[in-house]
């Protein structure tokens, strides 16, 4: 047990129900106490563990098979996470063999491909195994009525968004989904990030794309990601594009306004 | 368009131009690879460095490495160049110069004087053959000091920017973060938030809650809001009360046309700043954010290595007289810089060049989780400019940023600096925090008081009352 020297006792430790952020953490000395140091460390320790973890897509690719739903294993140009970290340049693109297989897949399975999902292990495969599966079935559920043709789900190991793009143009869908491990903070080592693009082709920048951020337990839930992509996705079929043009108006509808709180240091005379 | 060549022992190694040498002289960081412009080997990199120590500063006036017809930053470097300045240093090579600020001769007041003289490409030259200690050594021997409310940059201070950031800029949040971080004697560099939301009216709600936090309790220190400098000028321009104007800057013309800004809306953001005139001790007001790799990061560096170009944004920061600048080493990621080793070594180059071409450095010494990097490796980077003589730190609560998603130097930490290196906060900040009872300071002694301040206890007793 970590032990509490007499000048760390914290006399505004009620602060901490006003933010999330690391107050009234107390003092030894003038430096951190051993618990809230401990704390601090796992926490980046779980970001870490989250960066390094590889992408489980033989598990990933045997769940998605019992759902039926069938999968294609990729490869982006960036041969390991080193390589991955360093070169984003890499990340967002397939390596050759890949590519190929791509190709081969489209030439085989001819005829209009809507949807593409691929889902990438970007900077948190954590995220991705987590995620996933629940919030297809979210999804699923939601596009039912829509009678939307769909690839295979396509998995890309060390994948950067863009990547994305590349594989939409290779099958010619009209519509790709990523969804990926987004870069872990140090109290979110699993957020999932998706990002939708219309017309999918190489070099699109951001400013084509739709994104949808924070997506785990304690952040936006499968329903409402699903809700707004979803609503993005039909939007995106009438007006035929994506990204800055698009405006998400289902977040403006679904996110709850809080009441900003009175700030207690202005309060009385 | 000059090419150069250097041989060592058999072999001969040859470069395309100053820029090419420059780049090929930079000690080794990923962004540079990334960019392609990096030595292929060690060997050439030293090889690299020895050609540049060859070469005469003048040099550096005479070849532009980005065109003085195409960037209006050369223009600026080069037309505000002051020849009168430079005579003192105007014969000497790279590596002559590097022994000049290395000797006696060097000092706080012979370096002052040259700064005008200096170009961000000489400074950056020298840099590239100077170890972690040169840089301190040199650095530590200047000072920039700027005045608004307090007093920053004076030998034997250190302040902080307490950042005290929320993810939905909720007020009652900010204001809890704030008064931990006061009550850990953090807060002398200013106020600064990170605004979560962007729009001009919860800008202006931010600037006024500020205001009036620094009035109620009568702080010696500066606010800010961290956005778009077309912003502060706006809520200049519905009289809100705004003390710091703030603005992201790099180091090419078409870098910050990525940001939005040109020089002409500096110097108008400048005197938006200039004409509420709330600075009391002096008139220094802007704040400017940099960081190596910003420039390539949008496709505007030219083939000019990281560094180099980081520099050159300090020839735009020093134009508008800033109250202070943060290079923010770490935030960008490791496709620029990798790790630790390559972090701690961009903040020292990033605060030598700053304060050898008279800026008043900061650093925000930082990482993020995807990033090789640690606090180790943060301790150490504060500790060596601490040293160095950095003008201020960041001070966010137990090193979390909630809202930027990144880890920085806590409150804890600069006391850790203040109290090993024996330097307080600025001096107006110092007699607050002794006046309202939240510590003292005898050299590396800090004294806490016994009791929460009394006017700090009201305002908890009125969230008590909820």
């Known amino acids: 047990m970590a032990t509490t020297p007499t000048d760390s006792l914290n006399p505004w430790l009620e602060l901490r129900r006003l933010t999330p952020a690391r107050i009234a953490l107390g003092r030894t000395g003038t430096s951190m106490p051993t618990g809230a140091q401990l704390d601090f460390q796992f926490a980046h320790a779980q970001a870490r563990d989250a960066v390094h973890l590889p992408f489980d897509h033989a598990g990933l690719s045997s769940q998605l098979a019992e759902r039926g739903q069938q999968t294609l294993l990729l490869h982006s140009a960036a041969i390991d996470r080193h390589s991955y970290l360093q070169r984003p340049d890499l990340g967002r693109k397939l390596d050759d063999d890949s590519a190929q297989q791509l190709r081969d897949y489209a030439l085989a399975h001819p005829g209009a491909i809507d949807v593409a999902i691929v889902v990438a292990d970007g900077l948190s495969a954590l995220a991705v195994h987590r995620h996933t599966l629940p919030f297809l079935a979210r999804m699923q559920e939601q596009t039912a009525t829509e009678n939307w043709s769909q690839s295979p789900v396509i998995l890309v190991e060390q994948g950067r968004v863009a990547v994305a793009d590349e594989i939409g143009e290779l099958l010619g869908a009209k519509m790709v989904v990523m969804l990926i491990g987004e870069r872990p903070g140090l109290s979110s080592p699993d957020s999932l990030g998706l990002y939708f693009t219309y017309g999918p082709k190489i070099g699109l920048t951001d400013a084509y794309r739709n994104c949808i951020s924070n997506v785990r337990l304690e952040g936006l839930s499968y329903a409402m990601a699903a809700h707004r992509l979803v609503y993005l996705m039909r939007e995106a079929c009438r007006r035929q594009l994506s990204g800055v043009n698009l405006k998400d108006e289902a977040q403006v509808h679904t996110i709850e306004s809080a009441a900003p709180s009175e700030n207690f240091l202005l309060k009385g005379e | ?466």
């Open chain 2, 1 to 466: 368009m000059a090419t150069f060549s250097h041989a060592v022992g058999t072999q001969t190694y040859r470069f395309d131009s100053l820029k090419d040498l420059m780049a090929k002289a930079s000690p080794a960081r990923s962004g540079d690879f990334l960019a392609g412009v990096a030595a292929l080997n060690d060997g050439e990199r030293v090889a690299a460095q020895m050609a540049l120590a060859d070469i005469p500063l003048s040099w550096f006036l005479q070849e532009a490495l980005i065109p003085y017809e195409s960037d209006e930053v050369t223009r600026l470097i080069i037309d505000t160049h002051d020849p009168l300045a430079f005579a003192a240093v105007s014969h000497l090579t790279v590596g002559g110069f590097r022994d000049w600020l290395l000797s006696d001769a060097a000092d706080e007041q012979s370096l002052r004087a040259l700064a005008p003289g200096l170009t961000p490409e000489m400074a950056a030259a020298v840099s590239k053959i100077m170890r972690v200690q040169d840089l301190i050594l040199v650095a530590q021997k200047i000072r920039v000091v700027t005045r608004f409310r307090g007093t920053m940059g004076l030998r034997g201070r250190l302040s902080t920017r307490l950042q005290p950031n929320h993810p939905t800029d909720d007020p009652a949040g900010i204001a809890a973060s704030i008064l931990d971080g006061l009550l850990y004697g953090n807060g002398d560099a200013m106020i600064g938030i990170n605004p979560a939301t962007d729009s001009i009216a919860s800008i202006c709600d931010l600037l006024n809650m500020l205001d009036a936090i620094i009035q109620r309790y009568e702080i010696p220190t500066q606010s800010c809001v961290l956005t778009h400098v077309t912003t502060s000028i706006e809520a200049i321009n519905r009289g809100v009360p705004l003390d710091l104007v703030f603005q992201s800057i790099a180091g090419t013309e078409a870098a910050n046309a990525s940001f939005g800004i040109n020089l002409n809306l500096l110097q108008e953001g400048y005197e938006a700043g200039l004409s509420l005139n709330r600075g009391t001790l002096g008139n220094n007001l802007m704040y400017f954010e940099t960081g190596q790799g910003s420039a390539l990061s949008a496709n505007a560096h030219f083939g000019v290595d990281q560094q180099t170009c980081e520099t050159r944004a300090y020839a735009v920061a020093r134009h508008f007289k800033p109250f202070l600048v943060n290079t923010v080493v770490g935030f960008i990621g490791p496709e620029y810089l990798y790790n630790g080793k390559q972090i701690i070594r961009a903040g020292l180059e990033d605060h030598f060049c700053g304060k050898l071409l008279g800026v008043p450095m900061g650093c925000d010494i930082c990482y993020t989780n995807h990033a090789e990097a640690d606090q180790d490796d943060m301790d150490n980077l504060l500790t060596l400019l601490g040293v160095a003589g950095i003008n201020f730190i960041m001070g966010i609560p137990g090193s979390d940023d909630i809202m930027l998603n990144y880890q920085t130097t806590s409150f804890h930490d600069a006391l850790y600096a203040r109290k090993t290196l024996g330097l307080k906060p600025a001096p107006e900040f110092e007699q607050w925090l002794s006046k309202i009872g939240i510590f003292t300071q005898t050299d590396g002694r800090i004294e806490f008081g016994h009791q929460l301040p009394p006017a700090f206890r009201q305002a908890l007793a009125h969230l008590g009352g909820r």
